[in-house]
């Protein structure tokens, strides 16, 4: 399975992005995929995730009201729409893919990573 983030980019605060991970060469349809972010010098932390039926929903607490994950499971893409953006969400996107139960927190339990979208809030 091969990952792609986009939609990256520079946004002034207050402002809105909204990034895609497309899926080839397996249909992801049946698993659970999550959004993580890594600003410079820190680790990789969770933002987002779903379930494989789109019916759950987690967030982390940091962007909770502001950032929406949905799936479209016919373009094999997940989306993360990052509305009110902060300097601090500056960081490096990536998508990820989960082949197990449940939706997990954790950057170890998922399987298959994109290669990262940079996003950069200016204040």
């Known amino acids: 399975v091969q990952l792609q983030a986009s939609g990256g980019g520079l946004v002034q605060a207050g402002g809105s992005l909204r990034l895609s991970c497309a899926a080839s060469?397996?249909?992801?349809?049946?698993?659970?995929v999550g959004w993580f972010r890594q600003a410079p010098g820190k680790e990789r932390k969770f933002v987002a995730a779903i379930s494989w039926s789109g019916g759950n929903t987690y967030y982390a607490d940091s962007v909770k009201g502001r950032f929406t994950i949905s799936r479209d499971d016919a373009k094999n893409t997940v989306y993360l729409q990052m509305n009110s953006l902060k300097p601090e969400d500056t960081a490096v996107y990536y998508c990820?893919?989960?082949?197990?139960?449940?939706?997990?927190?954790?950057?170890?339990?998922?399987?298959?990573w994109g290669q990262g979208t940079l996003v950069t809030v200016s204040s």
């Open positions: 060469g397996r249909t992801f349809s049946s698993y659970a």
């Open positions: 990820a893919l989960h082949q197990g139960r449940g939706i997990p927190f954790s950057t170890t339990e998922y399987d298959y």
